[in-house]
């Protein structure tokens, strides 16, 4: 079941009525009912594992709280580490890894018989096992207090606006608001509808639009010329920001009706001004996960620089793995590595007031505009399939200058027509420093913009229910 399909609008209706007419204590039971029937509305051979997760890091997490051993302790959270990550692993990895030693086999001469098992990801998997993970950690640092309650940890790790692609949220954000009454403002059902509504546009009119023009460029033996395909880069930076920016708006929005708030998992990231500025603005959840449970616990900026620059590599290097079973995003995770190694290395080169300079506007605008290329250099990594894809589309940029054949009306006009609106609302919230600066406007003026979306939304609009970009993940 994804968000841009009449099935989900139906879901939620009905679940989002019956939501407000039961008393709380029935709530929480309820939501955990229609967050499983929502998951296995893919697949429910896989809601098992979901369960399995659940049940788990409940019990080690008892089991850690329980007990003052630091031996028994550290067996307690082995066990969920190495429960998850081999669940993780196999769903994930088993296919990647499986090919590339029948490949490295083949290369030295040897002719192994295929292994014929297809692994199909479970949706969602990299998410839940992520939350769960971290709440086992967090309560082994004692930073958090156990879940006593199996309906709330289970209503927790399930919960259907998060589910399958995010943000990835921490029991001490969550789980206080899931454990109490929740009580519902009108500026969370401002809010909620805006950011639905909001998420719609961007999924609809501007990711799934660019995604015709991205796929020229990237379908085998295409014909892109050099300047198309530096379009098509430009197109899929904007077409990702709306696809995963829009589900997260989506779940936000939704949760955000029922009382409950999801953190922001995007801040104008193509308005960065450095690797880690945009680290800091881009799929929030995930990079202060990977900083706080793997950068520092490698022992992040505390060591000789050699020792912060491998754990940086490591830590990107995986956070490009997390993101799909291909060599593209390894490599994608160790370019974004080499940036954050290469800036603070120009930092040091520069002296740090350099930075301070880059808070006023006039001084940002070169660096901006520097690192949204270095961004979609990334991009290009990001989208490619192969190796190989990454090389000539590579080559193909190389020549850009030399390259006169550009088709305006299959690249040019659709990258400005679906982006220009995103970038300017992003534009607005970075001068206003509000997410929400939208409804902040004069009555007219805030109309206008709702007009205006549905407009090109029922004009224009995308309307193939196509998946989100993330939910492969």
């Known amino acids: 079941m994804v968000f841009n399909s009449l099935h989900f609008i139906a879901f939620f209706v009905v679940v989002y009525t019956i939501y407000r007419l039961l008393p709380f204590r029935y709530q929480n039971w309820f939501l955990v009912g229609a967050s499983y029937y929502f998951y296995a509305a893919w697949n429910w051979k896989f809601l098992g594992l979901l369960v399995a997760s659940t049940v788990v890091d409940y019990g080690c997490a008892i089991y850690i709280a329980e007990h003052a051993a630091p031996r028994r302790r550290r067996a307690a959270l082995t066990v969920s580490v190495t429960f998850n990550l081999c669940m993780l692993g196999f769903f994930k990895y088993f296919n990647f890894f499986e090919e590339n030693v029948r490949t490295l086999l083949a290369a ?29 950690i967090d309560v082994y640092r004692r930073e958090t207090e156990p879940c006593r309650s199996v309906r709330d940890f289970a209503l927790f790790v399930s919960y259907f606006p998060h589910l399958v692609a995010g943000p990835i949220l921490r029991a001490g954000s969550l789980l206080p608001q899931l454990v109490k009454p929740r009580v519902i403002t009108r500026l969370q059902l401002q809010e909620g509808a805006w950011l639905i509504a909001l998420g719609y546009f961007k999924k609809v009119f501007v990711a799934d639009n660019l995604a015709t023009v991205v796929n020229a460029a990237f379908a085998p033996d295409s014909p892109a010329s050099g300047i198309e395909m530096l379009c098509a880069i430009y197109a899929f930076a904007f077409q990702i920001y709306g696809d995963f920016s829009g589900y997260t708006d989506i779940a936000r929005g939704t949760s955000k009706l029922m009382g409950i708030e999801l953190n922001l998992n995007f801040r104008v990231p193509y308005l960065a001004v450095s690797p880690s500025d945009f680290w800091r603005r881009w799929h929030i959840s995930l990079s202060t996960w990977l900083r706080d449970y793997l950068y520092i616990p490698l022992g992040g900026s505390r060591g000789t620089r050699a020792a912060t620059n491998r754990n940086l590599m490591i830590t990107m290097a995986l956070g490009g793995l997390w993101h799909g079973a291909a060599w593209p995003y390894v490599i994608w995770g160790i370019y974004h590595g080499s940036l954050l190694i290469l800036y603070r290395w120009l930092g040091r080169l520069l002296r740090r007031d350099w930075v301070a300079r880059l808070r006023v506007w006039p001084g940002r605008l070169v660096p901006t505009f520097v690192m949204f290329q270095l961004t979609c250099i990334g991009w290009l990594i990001f989208r490619a399939r192969s190796a190989s894809q990454i090389v000539d589309a590579g080559r193909r940029l190389m020549l850009v200058w030399t390259s006169s054949s550009v088709t305006m009306d299959a690249y040019v006009w659709p990258l400005l027509f679906y982006a220009l609106p995103i970038v300017a609302l992003q534009l607005y919230y970075a001068r206003e420093n509000d997410t929400m600066a939208v409804l902040r406007l004069p009555f007219v003026a805030r109309w206008s913009i709702y007009v205006g979306m549905v407009y090109l939304v029922v004009l224009f609009g995308d309307f193939g229910g196509s998946e989100f970009i993330y939910f492969q993940f």
């Open 108 to 136: 030295l001469g040897f002719r192994p018989d295929p292994v014929t098992l297809e692994v199909l990801l479970p949706i969602g998997i990299s998410f839940y096992t992520f939350m769960t993970m971290s709440y086992v």
